[in-house]
């Protein structure tokens, strides 16, 4: 692997607005062009757009596509209509969680699955080598595709004032191509903020006009330009698992709360089923540590790995953590023992440099936006 970062169409002009940029899982992207926190509360409030180019498409196309699709992943993906998208989990055959995704079904036979930067690589290998077999092409599609993503409030006005789309018609989780300020995109009802928006997947080529022409678009509603370290904070509060924080190979998406994914109803086996039906069993009988949300009643603000503590024993760990600000305290996402998961317990603390300070147990997500 290399070590010099890879750039998205849109870095030239993410530098020229003044971004500071970080590596990110291999990629050079933006963190903040200014205030993260004005951007957060630009998302909740206006509209904020992001550069997720990073973002690891995986096309599926043939007579079999469904059927390696249903067996390489947890998902039933037989179910999900052409324009629509289902939110899934690869696993490993030990039921523990690769990454998680969204499939978008394009066409009759052709799927594009969406990965994590991070970890785009290793479902690429993974489908490709579950494929054997299947009537099914497996195309890396990562330099095909740039994504850019409006969210927030005001998304749906900014679009509609450049694209003729019928995006009132467009559900959540759906999505249909389109034409986005004379750009042919994939325009796509999907987002990590908790707010309404929309991710476009166009041609790297496109993306500049078509950043362009968005911020151009909604200059007059308060739309900015917002970095990961806001991403973050908007999907904390919203409680979005993120992975290599809340999702590891070290659990199931039983142990993750999200069992709910994996649908055993399916025809035909998939990777990980043995260990997942275990898995389901284990979480009904003992229940595993639980994802909890916690809100601090004091200031500092709790990292991931941080223990979570009551009665001066460890009883967890943070998974992420940041300071709200929506809802103006810290804020984190812990597993916990069930015996302390429940909303309301009290005599729950995080230890932060050896100080255990006070936390509130809640359930997750922290913010819902009122529809």
């Given at each position: ?22 590596d ?6 933006p963190l ?17 757009l ?11 196309t ?13 998902g039933?993906?037989g179910?999900?209509?052409p ?17 998680d ?29 579950r494929?054997?077999?299947?009537d ?21 006005g ?98 993750a ?36 949300g916690?809100i ?37 996402m ?19 440099r ?11 997500p922290?913010?819902k936006?009122?529809?």
């Amino acid at each position: 692997m290399s070590n010099v970062p890879r750039h998205t169409a849109l870095d030239a002009l993410h530098r020229s607005l003044g971004a500071t940029m970080t590596d990110f899982a291999g990629w050079d992207m933006p963190l903040r062009y200014g205030s993260e926190r004005d951007e957060h509360n630009a998302v909740r409030t206006r509209a904020g757009l992001f550069d997720l180019s990073h973002m690891g498409e995986i096309t599926v196309t043939g007579p079999q596509a469904v059927d390696l699709l249903n067996y390489a992943l947890v998902g039933n993906i037989g179910t999900v209509g052409p324009g629509r998208a289902r939110y899934t989990m690869i696993c490993r055959e030990d039921g523990g969680i690769l990454d998680d995704l969204i499939v978008y079904r394009l066409a009759e036979t052709e799927y594009m699955v969406v990965a994590n930067a991070g970890n785009a690589q290793i479902v690429l290998d993974a489908i490709t080598e579950r494929g054997a077999g299947f009537d099914a092409e497996v195309r890396d599609d990562r330099d095909a595709y740039a994504l850019i993503a409006v969210q927030g409030p005001e998304s749906p006005g900014i679009l509609k004032s450049v694209t003729d789309a019928d995006l009132d018609g467009l559900k959540y989780y759906a999505g249909l191509p389109g034409t986005v300020a004379g750009v042919p995109a994939l325009i796509a009802r999907t987002g990590y903020t908790g707010e309404d928006g929309f991710e476009l997947f166009v041609a790297p080529a496109d993306a500049e006009k078509l950043w362009q022409a968005l911020t151009e678009a909604g200059k007059d509603v308060g739309l900015v330009p917002a970095g990961l370290s806001c991403r973050d904070t908007l999907r904390l509060e919203a409680g979005m698992p993120l992975y290599g924080h809340e999702l590891t190979t070290a659990l199931t998406p039983f142990d993750a709360g999200l069992g709910r994914v994996v649908k055993f109803e399916k025809e035909g086996d998939f990777v990980g089923r043995a260990a997942l039906e275990a898995a389901a069993e284990r979480a009904e009988t003992a229940p595993p540590r639980k994802l909890v949300g916690l809100i601090a009643e004091g200031r500092r603000v709790p990292r991931a790995g941080f223990s979570v503590v009551a009665d001066g024993k460890v009883i967890g760990e943070v998974t992420s953590g940041a300071p709200s600000p929506t809802l103006g305290k810290p804020i984190a996402m812990a597993y916990v023992d069930a015996a302390h998961a429940a909303p309301g317990t009290s005599g729950v603390g995080i230890d932060i440099r050896g100080t255990h300070e006070p936390y509130e147990v809640v359930a997750l997500p922290f913010y819902k936006r009122q529809k």
